[in-house]
């Protein structure tokens, strides 16, 4: 974070007491913040304060994700479930939700990264025939997301949330 040029944002403070007054926003977009912070309905209670009746708020965070920008990782998701109470409870009304990938699109990523991952935590390589077996593997998997119907209510990357203020 030491090299990040933070010298042209409008505002830094914390994501759960903003100053600004209240009804100063249209929208808010919050886009892969929520697993960094502890408390997200804090946030969310924050975003209802600042933005005006029937403004927008755009939010993007993982459905499922593996620890990074530790140690300020405190979740490895939201479900649309999460969205649904945590919106309805600070007076919003999800206008979409959708979902970013699949079940399919998830394992794949999960097995191209492999070799990386074993080379990082087991100091170990790949041979070939390991190597043979993620290329089978992620064949498989690319033949059942084209018959794909509706995984991505079972995993996800994450989702995209439209809502609006109603209250």
């Known amino acids: ?22 009804s100063s926003f ?6 892969e913040v929520l697993e960094h912070i502890p408390y997200p309905n804090e946030a969310f209670k924050e975003f209802s304060r600042l933005i005006k009746m029937g403004g927008k708020l755009i939010i ?12 300020y990782h405190f979740s490895t998701g939201f479900s649309k479930y999460f ?18 990938g699949n079940y399919y699109k998830f ?3 999960i097995t191209r990264g492999l070799p990386d991952i074993v080379a990082k935590y087991s100091n170990s390589r790949m041979n070939v025939f390991e190597k043979l ?3 089978l593997m992620l064949r498989i998997l690319n033949k059942y997301n084209k018959k794909d ?13 439209l809502a609006e203020k109603i209250t």
């Open 1 to 22: 974070m030491d090299s990040w040029d933070n010298s042209k944002l409008d505002i830094i403070s914390d994501i759960s007491s903003i100053p600004r007054k209240n």
């Open 26 to 31: 249209d929208a808010i977009m919050c886009i």
């Open 60 to 71: 993007t965070a993982p459905f499922c994700s593996m620890t990074h920008f530790a140690p």
């Open 83 to 100: 969205y649904e109470k945590a919106l309805k409870e600070n007076g919003f009304r999800i206008l979409e939700i959708t979902p970013n």
């Open 107 to 109: 394992l794949a990523q």
């Open 133 to 135: 077996f993620i290329l």
């Open 149 to 161: 119907t509706v995984s991505n209510e079972l995993l996800c990357f994450g989702y995209h949330v």
